[in-house]
């Protein structure tokens, strides 16, 4: 495997700065320092902190996408293979790393253009569900439990345990294999 690009460098480094310190540490100084850049080497790949915030929120959503459509290509049945690859994926994510979300909300919410991105992701998401050969109303219900956890642990609001959270996935699977 190839070292990270120069970019993906920096990217990495600003996740841990939000990850260690929190977003309210996520400045260009502390992204530089934590890079082992220059600032100036920082300008160079993201302009300003906008543009570094857009850069993580972009980088989350193409991993994000690549691991459900490479999860969907794992599955054997046709019928349904990307809801389920979204529900598992989705709960992949908040058993790992979600500590980043909340800071790249507050971004967010100072510049919502900065949803663009995450807002063609779904669009893209949405169709593939509606097609995915099961009943367009089962694969959006899913989506939205799927949703509702990602929101709900983000924001530590009732979260579930372990054992709940894998059979609410179980059910989510029997359920995106009925037709």
Request: some cysteine; overall charge negative; glycine content about 6%.
């Amino acid at each position: 495997m190839s070292a990270p690009s120069k970019r993906q460098h920096i990217l990495d480094a600003a996740c841990r700065v939000v990850k260690e310190l929190g977003a309210v540490h996520l400045t260009l100084d502390a992204v530089a320092k934590e890079a082992g850049l220059s600032k100036g080497g920082l300008l160079y790949h993201f302009p300003n902190k906008e543009a570094l915030i857009q850069g993580m929120i972009c980088d989350l959503d193409e991993k994000y996408l690549e691991d459900v459509e490479s999860q969907s290509r794992k599955d054997t049945e046709t019928l349904g293979k990307w809801t389920r690859a979204y529900a598992i994926e989705t709960f992949n994510q908040v058993e790992g790393d979600k500590d980043i979300y909340p800071a790249l909300l507050a971004g967010i919410a100072t510049s919502p253009e900065l949803l663009e991105p995450l807002k063609q992701t779904y669009g893209h998401l949405q169709k593939r569900l509606e097609d995915d050969g099961i009943d367009p109303v089962k694969a959006n219900l899913i989506r939205l439990v799927c949703d509702g956890l990602w929101f709900s642990e983000m924001f530590g609001l009732a979260p579930l345990e372990s054992d709940m959270r894998s059979k609410v996935l179980e059910e989510l699977i029997r359920l995106s294999k009925e037709n």
